[in-house]
C-alpha cells in the first residue's frame, strides 16, 4: 500500500505562485513515477504534469512553462511549482504515483488540494 499526502493548495490571486507538495509513503519496492492531476468545476480530471524514475517529465499544453514538477527521489516527494497562475488554474489538485509493490505494479492517488485563483 501507498499513501500519498499532499500540502500546498490554497487561495491566491492571478499572477501569485504557489507551491504543491506530495509525499508517498508505505511498503512498496519503488515509485516508478510521481505526478499531478487535476480537476476543475463541472470538468473531467486532466494531466497537469508528471515526472518518471528515468527522468522523463511530461506537462499538459496549457501549463507549459507556466508550472514546474520536480522529484526528490529520496524522499519520494513530488513537488509542483505554479507560477503566473490564472483563474482557470483553480481546481482541485490531485497527486498520483505509480509504485512497485511485491505483487506487481499499482497506481495510487492521493485525497487532493484545492487551488483557487482569484481574479
Known amino acids: 500500500q501507498v499513501q500519498l499526502v499532499e500540502s500546498g493548495g490554497g487561495l491566491v490571486q492571478a499572477g501569485g505562485s504557489l507551491r504543491l507538495s506530495c509525499a508517498a509513503s508505505?511498503?512498496?519496492?519503488?515509485?516508478?513515477?510521481m505526478g499531478w492531476y487535476r480537476q476543475a468545476p463541472g470538468k473531467q480530471r486532466e494531466l497537469v504534469a508528471t515526472s518518471d524514475s528515468a527522468g522523463s517529465i511530461t506537462y499538459a499544453d496549457s501549463v507549459k512553462g507556466q508550472f514546474t514538477i520536480s522529484r526528490d527521489i529520496a524522499k519520494n516527494t513530488v513537488y509542483l511549482h505554479m507560477n503566473s497562475l490564472k483563474p482557470e488554474d483553480t481546481g482541485f489538485y490531485y497527486c498520483n504515483a505509480r509504485a512497485t509493490l511485491m505483487f506487481g505494479v499499482q497506481t495510487y492517488w492521493g485525497q487532493g488540494t484545492q487551488v483557487t485563483v482569484s481574479s
Open positions: 508505505g511498503s512498496f519496492f519503488s515509485i516508478n513515477a
